[in-house]
């Protein structure tokens, strides 16, 4: 079966940073697209980025210039370095897996989400 396992969140001030981590397992395809998504309480799921197995990267506008996706395919493993943190980025945050582009289509695969708390 797979598993995605997400870690790295916590509380952190306006303006700080936090890392995010996603382990993956069971996965047996070489082209998965891997990303995340976000949900703040009382709010949809939303898309934030996704990146293709060949290193290609899309970040939600909400984001872009402050988050960084990267990917290490021998660890089956992807990173979310997210920068100058505003209180609206308080969300759940899961790493997600899937066959398709996850701007355009609903993963295959949710990690279990992990708390960023972005206080003002």
């Known amino acids: 079966q797979v598993q995605l396992v997400g870690s790295g969140g916590g509380m952190v001030q306006a303006g700080g940073s936090l890392r995010l981590s996603c382990a993956a397992s069971?996965?047996?395809?070489?082209?998965?697209?891997m990303g995340w998504y976000r949900q703040a309480p009382g709010k949809e799921r939303e898309f934030v980025v996704v990146i293709s197995n060949d290193g290609i990267t899309h970040y939600a506008d909400s984001v872009k210039g402050r988050f960084t996706i990267s990917r290490d395919s021998a660890k089956n493993a992807v990173y979310l370095q997210m920068n100058s943190l505003k209180p609206e980025d308080t969300a759940i945050y899961y790493c997600?897996?899937?066959?398709?582009?996850?701007?355009?289509?609903?993963?295959?695969?949710w990690g279990q989400g992990t708390q960023v708390t972005v206080s003002s």
């Open positions: 997600t897996a899937g066959l398709k582009d996850m701007r355009f289509w609903s993963p295959d695969y």
């Open positions: 069971g996965l047996t395809r070489s082209d998965y697209f």
